[in-house]
């Protein structure tokens, strides 16, 4: 008796070898396929084959985790088949992670191409300028996709493959190839003479004037750069400089005004008088006429003035940006 039930014992453990059951209530697995591990992606999850855990469901259903597809419970989170919802295939390039089908070679980010096992910027890249693989010759660099000589730096320009200062430079003055002639330096982008009297009291000739360029608003750095109006010249640049006001008004805008009587700026600024009001001593008061005082327009029942108002810049509604000023009625960085 003890021999038959050894060997029934035996042969019960021969016959389930291989296979996984789950023991729970109403619920029997299937044999498990081998899970084959790929190369991990870039996010570092390693891919798995489409052989993935199935099991028949029964009455009591598929265990949590499981979804039932075609009669089998499966995982969708990584069957290939059924990948993120019952069937839907991946590729036969792809697996399925974490419920999306994703590349078994993972993508570069936007603006950049794979080259082998690096990703490159193709418009930028001088060994795959383009294209992968298309290297740029030796002191040439890759500019939008295409090779070329190498750009100059800021205020250079390339004359004659060399990048040059055309503002300074005797044998490309202005433009390449102007060659200055004996006895003349190159200022500013012209041939001077070196006894030339702008020259001799620290100024530059401009259009036959001499001008200082570290102040002239209509040569502010070099000849012909005009400051916008409302701008001043300092040490080369333009720059929005405000002017003490005279005693008795104040800046609002960039203007100096008497907030005592101004109907658009009526004891403080940007408080403007309805229209038919006037402002006395800083109080908007009922006035005897209609209509605004000369110089303001009517904005939606205000009186506000077009050139200098930052939220009616030169028409009534008109906004200017959080970095601008409303200049004689043009919104100006």
């Known amino acids: 008796m003890k ?19 789950y023991q ?8 498990t396929p081998v899970q084959t591990p790929l190369p991990p992606t870039a996010e570092g999850t390693p891919l798995l084959s489409t052989a993935l855990v199935t099991a028949t469901p029964t009455v009591s259903g598929c265990p949590d985790g499981f979804t039932e597809c075609g009669g089998s419970c499966v995982d969708t989170q990584r069957d290939g088949g059924n990948c ?24 570069c980010p936007n603006g950049l191409t794979r080259c082998g096992k690096n990703c490159m910027d193709l418009k930028r890249d001088r060994w795959n300028c383009g294209a992968c693989g298309n290297e740029c010759g030796e002191g040439s660099a890759c500019v939008d996709g295409q090779c070329g000589e190498q750009p100059c730096r800021d205020g250079f320009s390339r004359c004659g493959g060399s990048c040059v ?7 490309n003055c202005g433009i ?27 100024q530059t000739r ?11 608003t209509a040569n502010c750095g070099r000849c012909g750069n005009e400051c916008t109006p409302g701008f001043s010249c300092v040490d080369g640049t333009c720059k929005y400089v405000e002017e003490p006001c005279p005693t008795g008004q104040s800046r609002c805008f960039g203007n100096c005004v008497d907030t005592h009587s101004d109907a658009a700026n009526c004891g403080d600024c940007a408080v403007s008088c309805r229209v ?9 008061t009922p006035g005897e006429g209609e209509g605004c005082p000369e110089g303001l327009s009517d904005c939606g029942g205000f009186c506000v003035e077009l050139g200098w108002d930052p939220e009616n810049c030169g028409s009534c509604g008109t906004i200017c ?13």
Not at 321 to 333: K, M, P, T, Y
């Open 276 to 284: 038919g009001e006037t402002c006395v001593q800083g109080i908007c």
């Open 206 to 216: 401009c259009n036959g004037t001499c001008v200082d360029l570290e102040s002239d």
């Open 24 to 31: 729970g209530e109403g619920f029997q697995w299937r044999e």
């Open 321 to 333: 940006g959080s970095d601008q000023f409303c200049i004689e009625g043009a919104c100006v960085e």
């Open 3 to 21: 021999r038959t039930l050894a060997i029934l014992i035996l042969v019960l453990l021969l016959s389930t070898a291989g296979c996984t059951r």
């Open 165 to 171: 200062d055309t503002y300074t430079s005797e044998a």
């Open 176 to 202: 390449c190839g102007r060659t200055c002639a004996t006895g003349e330096d190159c200022m500013e982008g012209h041939c001077i003479p070196m006894g030339d009297p702008c020259r001799a009291s620290g």
């Open 84 to 107: 993120g919802y019952c069937g839907n295939a991946c590729g036969s390039s792809q697996s399925c992670v974490s419920g999306e089908c994703r590349s078994k070679t993972a993508p």
